[in-house]
C-alpha cells in the first residue's frame, strides 16, 4: 500500500500542492489554474500549508491512517479503510454530513463542505491516472508516494 | 470449530464481527440480532423524514453476513445465557451454543414515570428503526406532534418530522436545548432555526400528567405548568438506558450497565459485553472502537480497552453545524474565551493552560485535534494566544516508521 510520505525540511511553502489539489478536484468543468478560482469555498484544498512561525513548513496532508479514526467514526459506512490498497475511501452519497469524522481525526484534517452535506478529505485523486496531483506538482521533492507496506498496526 | 455468537447489530455488534472474521478466518460466527436489517440509529432521521430508504441507513453493506461467512439470525430476542452450558436461549426455545459470546444489545429509550405515559400505545421512542416505522405510521394518522426532550435525539426526531409538515412541540427540561452540547448563544441559534421550520419550545418545562382516551392514547399532554397540549403522538427522548435485562437474568453481573473488566470481559466467563449496553459511553465510535476490542480479546489477542471519552459530539441541522467536546459547563476556576464574528462562533474552556472545553459553530473543518487536546490534557500554556486558530502545525511531528503523523511538540 501507498502513503504521501512527507519531508518537512524540503518544503518552502509554494503551496503549488495546495491549488494543484483544488484544480484537481474543480468541479466547474473548467481546467488549468489561470481559470481556477481560488477563494469559492467548494474549491478548498484537501492539503494544508502551515508556517511552523520558525521559517519552515509544516505540510498537512491526510495520512490515510492504518487505524484511521475518521473511518472509526463514521455511522453510515461511508468512510472506509480499503485493506487492498491502504486508502480510506469515502463514499458521498452513504455519508450522512454527521461530521463525526471530522471531532475524530486527531490530526483535524477532515472539512465539511460548504453546502453541509458532504466531508472533504484527500481520496488519493483515485480519478487520475497518473496519481496524486500535489506529488506531481511539488517542485521540492517535499511529498512522494510512497510504497510503505504492511501495516504497523491493526 | 470454535463458535463465536454476538447478541445485537448495531454499532459495537457488527464492528465485532467484521473484527473477529479478520482475525479468525474458519471459526462459526452468528449474529442474533432484535432488528430485521442492520442499520444506523444516527441516521434514523433520515428515514423518519423520507431522505432515505431501509437500504439507505445501512452502514454496512447489504450482502456484509455473506461476504464474511456470518450467519445472521434476524427479529428474534435473546432470552437467557446458560453461563455454565455456554449457551444463549432465543424466541420460543431455540439454543445457540458458544465458545465465545459478545453482549451488544445497545440502550434503549426510557420513560419518566409520568401518569399514563408508559401505558400509552402512542408513546414512541426513536431510537430503532421499528421505533421510527411506528411513528411514521402514527404520522399518516395526525400531525400534532409532542417531543419530550431536546437532545439529540429530540431534535433529530422534529428536524425530520418538520421537513414533513408536523405540527411539533418539544418540552425540554433544561432552559435551553440540547443541554448537554451548546451553551446558551449555540441553543439560541438552534432554537430559532427550528422554529423557522414550525416547531415550538418549551423551556424549563417537563411533562407531568396526560388526558388519554378509552384506548389509553394520549390526547393531550399536561405540563407542569398546568397548561394542555392536544397531540396525536408522543416521542419520548428524554434519555437511555444500557439493556442490561438478558444479564440481569442470566446472573452476570451489572449496574447501570453491564459491568465489563479492561478486557471488556463481563463476570461470567467467556462472555463479554461492548457497545452502549456498558453504559461506558453513548456514542457511536466509541462503541464501533469498543466491539472491536472485545472481539481482538475474543480472538486470543490480549487488548486492554482505553476508557472512553463521552464528551463530544457534532451537530448538524439545517445545515447549522456545530462541534462540542469537553464540558463547556465546569467553568469553576476556569478562563472562558468567546470568539464571536458575523459567520463563527467558537468558545474556549481553559483549565492550568489545558483545554477542558472547546465549541465551534459554524465551519467545523480542521477541528478534530481539539478533542485529542481536550481528552489528552495537553498543555497549552505556550499556544494560549492563538487558541482558536490551532493545526496540527502546532504539534508538528513525523512517525518515522510508517510516515503517519504523531504528536511531537
Not at chain 1, 40 to 65: E, Q
Not at chain 1, 112 to 140: N, Q, T, W, Y
Not at chain 2, 182 to 196: L, P
Not at chain 2, 379 to 396: I, P, R
Amino acid at each position: 500500500m501507498k502513503r504521501i510520505m512527507i519531508d518537512p525540511a524540503k518544503c518552502d511553502g509554494c503551496k503549488n500542492c495546495s491549488v494543484a489539489c483544488m484544480e484537481a478536484h474543480r468541479t466547474d468543468g473548467g481546467s488549468g489554474v489561470y481559470t481556477l478560482d481560488l477563494t469559492d469555498p467548494n474549491n478548498i484544498s484537501r492539503n494544508r500549508i502551515v508556517s511552523d512561525g520558525k521559517g519552515g513548513y509544516d505540510p498537512i496532508f491526510c495520512r490515510h491512517c492504518d487505524v484511521p479514526d475518521c473511518a472509526g467514526a463514521c455511522m453510515s459506512g461511508a468512510l472506509v479503510k480499503n485493506m487492498e490498497n491502504g486508502l480510506v475511501e469515502y463514499d458521498e452519497k452513504k455519508c450522512a454530513a454527521c461530521y463525526m469524522c471530522v471531532m475524530s481525526c486527531r490530526y483535524g484534517v477532515p472539512a465539511i463542505s460548504p453546502d453541509r452535506k458532504r466531508m472533504i478529505k484527500c481520496d488519493f485523486c483515485a480519478h487520475l491516472e497518473e496519481g496524486p496531483a500535489c506529488v506531481r506538482a511539488c517542485p521540492k521533492g517535499a511529498i512522494e508516494v510512497k510504497e510503505v507496506g504492511e501495516w504497523s498496526d491493526m | 470449530m470454535e463458535r463465536y455468537v454476538i447478541i445485537g447489530a448495531g454499532a459495537a455488534g457488527i464492528a465485532a464481527a467484521a473484527t473477529l472474521r479478520d482475525f479468525k478466518p474458519e471459526a462459526v460466527i452468528t449474529v442474533l440480532s432484535i432488528d430485521e436489517h442492520v442499520h444506523s440509529r444516527c441516521m434514523l432521521h433520515k428515514y423518519l423524514g423520507r431522505e432515505r430508504d431501509v437500504e439507505g441507513i445501512g452502514f454496512v453493506a447489504p450482502d456484509f453476513f455473506d461476504k464474511h461467512d456470518i450467519t445472521h439470525i434476524s427479529c428474534e430476542t435473546a432470552t437467557r445465557i446458560d453461563t455454565a452450558g455456554k449457551t444463549v436461549y432465543f424466541g420460543e426455545g431455540y439454543s445457540l451454543p458458544y465458545d465465545k459470546l459478545l453482549i451488544a444489545t445497545g440502550a434503549g429509550f426510557f420513560i419518566p414515570p409520568i401518569p399514563h405515559f408508559r401505558e400509552a400505545p402512542n408513546v414512541f421512542g426513536f431510537r430503532d428503526l421499528s421505533d421510527a416505522m411506528k411513528i411514521d405510521e402514527a404520522f399518516g394518522k395526525g400531525k400534532r406532534v409532542f417531543i419530550v426532550g431536546s437532545g439529540l435525539v429530540g431534535l433529530d426526531a422534529a428536524s425530520a418530522l418538520c421537513e414533513r409538515g408536523a405540527e411539533v412541540t418539544i418540552a425540554e427540561m433544561a432552559e435551553r436545548v440540547m443541554p448537554l452540547q451548546t451553551d446558551d448563544y449555540a441553543a439560541s441559534v438552534y432554537q430559532k432555526a427550528f422554529e423557522d421550520h414550525g416547531c415550538r419550545f418549551l423551556l424549563g418545562i417537563g411533562a407531568s400528567d396526560a388526558v388519554v382516551d378509552g384506548a389509553g392514547n394520549i390526547t393531550e399532554v399536561i405540563l407542569s405548568t398546568g397548561e394542555h397540549v392536544p397531540c396525536d403522538f408522543v416521542i419520548m427522548a428524554a434519555g437511555v438506558r444500557p439493556r442490561i435485562q438478558i444479564a440481569v437474568d442470566s446472573g452476570i453481573a451489572a449496574e447501570r450497565g453491564i459491568t465489563v473488566d479492561e478486557h471488556l470481559r463481563t463476570s461470567a466467563p467467556d462472555v463479554y459485553a461492548a457497545g452502549d449496553c456498558t453504559g461506558l459511553s453513548g456514542v457511536w465510535p466509541d462503541a464501533m472502537d469498543q466491539g472491536k476490542v472485545a472481539a481482538r480479546n475474543m480472538a486470543g489477542i490480549e487488548e486492554v480497552y482505553e476508557k472512553p471519552y463521552p464528551f463530544k459530539n457534532t451537530s448538524n441541522f439545517f445545515g447549522i453545524t456545530m462541534l462540542s467536546v469537553g464540558r463547556l459547563d465546569q467553568t469553576e476556576g476556569a478562563e472562558v474565551l468567546v470568539h464571536h464574528t458575523p459567520t463563527e462562533y467558537k468558545k474556549a474552556v481553559v483549565k492550568d493552560g489545558k483545554l477542558t472545553g472547546y465549541l465551534v459553530l459554524g465551519n467545523i473543518s480542521n477541528t478534530g485535534l481539539y478533542l485529542y487536546l481536550i481528552r489528552n490534557g495537553v498543555d497549552l500554556s505556550d499556544k494560549l494566544d492563538h487558541l482558536f486558530q490551532l493545526t496540527f502545525a502546532d504539534f508538528y511531528g513525523i512517525n518515522e516508521k510508517n510516515g503517519e503523523y504523531a504528536y511531537a511538540r
